[in-house]
């Protein structure tokens, strides 16, 4: 019956390291991959100032008000503000901007173009609505756009770094956990 049991314990205790080693391998990658991907799009994303926006003015492009240039197939919302006592144009987001720097809004559904235009106008009265709102803006004199959010911020950072640390913590709380009882029971089988 003991030796049942010791072979037991051997089997519990062999899975529950492999378990905390397993979770601790997955949170190492996860940090290398992090590492590669979302730490320099934070540390090269320029917006860092925080800054109060006033609205001055919201214009919908259909594809018909932008001819000889490259046209989007979707309707296009652009967002003129005043921001850091300067005129700029507001983007929605970093990426936003990478896509086309001719709209400051890309709807999501981009398939339906009345969906679109209603997505459009809806943001549009949100912004009629609250015309003063906090953005982000460049600390560079020159810069003439500012955001309306941060993909790239603190707070995702922050985010995407919580899963990690907790399957790092929970990891090494089991590898320890295991060696202290099997130091407690090297200790209980020697009185």
């Known amino acids: 019956m003991g030796k049942k049991l010791v072979m037991a314990q051997k089997r519990g205790e062999t899975r529950a390291?492999?378990?905390?080693?397993?979770?601790v391998v997955c949170a190492v990658i996860t940090y290398y991959i992090l590492g590669t991907t979302m730490l320099p799009l934070f540390q090269k994303s320029v917006w860092t100032q925080e800054s109060t926006c006033h609205l001055i003015e919201t214009n919908v492009r259909d594809q018909e008000e932008l001819e000889g240039k490259k046209v989007p197939q979707y309707p296009c919302l652009w967002v003129n503000v005043s921001?850091?006592?300067?005129w700029a144009v507001l983007?929605?987001?970093?990426?936003?901007?990478d896509q086309n720097q001719q709209c400051s809004y890309i709807p999501r559904s981009l398939d339906d173009y009345q969906l679109a235009r209603a997505d459009v106008e809806k943001v549009r009265a949100r912004f009629h609505r609250h015309q003063v709102f906090y953005c982000f803006s460049a600390t560079r004199?020159?810069?003439?756009s500012v955001l309306y959010r941060r993909l790239y911020g603190p707070q995702a950072l922050l985010l995407s770094l919580f899963w990690p640390t907790f399957l790092l913590t929970g990891g090494l709380?089991?590898?320890?956990?295991?060696?202290?009882n099997q130091s407690l029971s090297i200790l209980a089988a020697q009185k």
Not at 173 to 180: A, E, T, W, Y
């Open 17 to 23: 390291l492999c378990l905390g080693v397993a979770m």
């Open 83 to 86: 921001a850091v006592g300067r």
């Open 91 to 97: 983007y929605h987001t970093e990426d936003t901007r």
């Open 141 to 144: 004199e020159n810069e003439t």
């Open 173 to 180: 709380l089991i590898i320890v956990m295991v060696k202290i």
